[in-house]
């Protein structure tokens, strides 16, 4: 079956510095979402992205669809504290939606 | 309006015990979806519910099985228990396939649930 696997696994950094996660299907997708669970919550919708090669931005944060549409990536500039948690990318296969591993994310002050 | 709603948000119960968990999607959401979510295996997809008809399965065993009532209701029945089930179990609704949008998928807060 489909497999969506992310890396990094986690990710410290220091606040202000840049992040990414990088995201890869084993299968071509139709559209990718983004989630971020805060710790202790659940996931959030983020993003929906459906074009080859789309690139979309919500204030410091920058989601790429991949031309082949079997990856995507998200780019956050300038961390802040309020961006600590699991960031999740998640496929469709047919109709269910497949989660990725996620990218834990710590940022200290 | 009113966002998806998960009962109990605990549970704890003994190996052997079965256990049922409800989940009442957003208003006018057809679709559902459980996921298991534990450390170390993330969020595992478990079954999907539309129009009372289960329209897609994930890779669990027969003990686990889910329903979904004309109201778009759903519940998720796990039996004979075992440590393992001790996760975290999400529902999400969305709206019918043509509306997604820009939407996703909207979870719940989950049930938490250990196996002891």
């Known amino acids: 079956g489909q497999q969506v696997m992310q890396i990094p696994q986690y990710q410290h950094v220091q606040e202000g510095e840049d992040f990414t996660t990088y995201c890869n299907s084993s299968t071509t997708l139709s559209n990718i979402q983004w989630y971020k669970q805060r710790p202790g919550g659940h996931p959030v919708f983020l993003i929906q992205?459906?074009?080859?090669?789309e690139v979309k931005k919500q204030k410091r944060l920058t989601f790429q669809f991949g031309e082949a549409k079997k990856n995507s990536s998200l780019h956050i500039t300038a961390t802040q504290t309020t961006d600590v948690g699991t960031y999740f990318c998640?496929?469709?296969?047919?109709?269910?939606?497949?989660f990725g591993t996620g990218t834990r994310l710590q940022v200290f002050p | 309006k009113a966002g998806v709603t998960q009962t109990p948000r605990y549970l704890i119960k003994t190996r052997g015990q079965q256990v049922t968990l409800s989940c009442s999607p957003i208003?006018?959401?057809?679709?559902v979806s459980w996921y298991q979510q534990t450390p170390g295996q993330g969020l595992q997809f478990l079954f999907e519910?539309?129009?009372?008809?289960?329209?897609n399965k994930g890779n669990f065993p027969g003990r686990f099985s889910g329903r979904q009532f004309s109201n778009s209701r759903s519940e998720m029945n796990v039996s004979t228990l075992e440590l393992g089930d001790s996760a975290l179990y999400l529902c999400?609704?969305?709206?019918?396939?043509?509306?997604?949008?820009?939407?996703?998928?909207?979870f719940g807060s989950g049930t938490r649930l250990t196996v002891v």
């Open positions: 519910y539309f129009s009372e008809t289960q329209r």
């Open positions: 998640a496929g469709r296969d047919t109709d269910k939606l497949i």
């Open positions: 999400a609704s969305s709206p019918p396939q043509g509306q997604l949008g820009n939407y996703g998928y909207t």
């Open positions: 992205l459906v074009k080859s090669g």
């Open positions: 208003s006018g959401h057809r679709s």
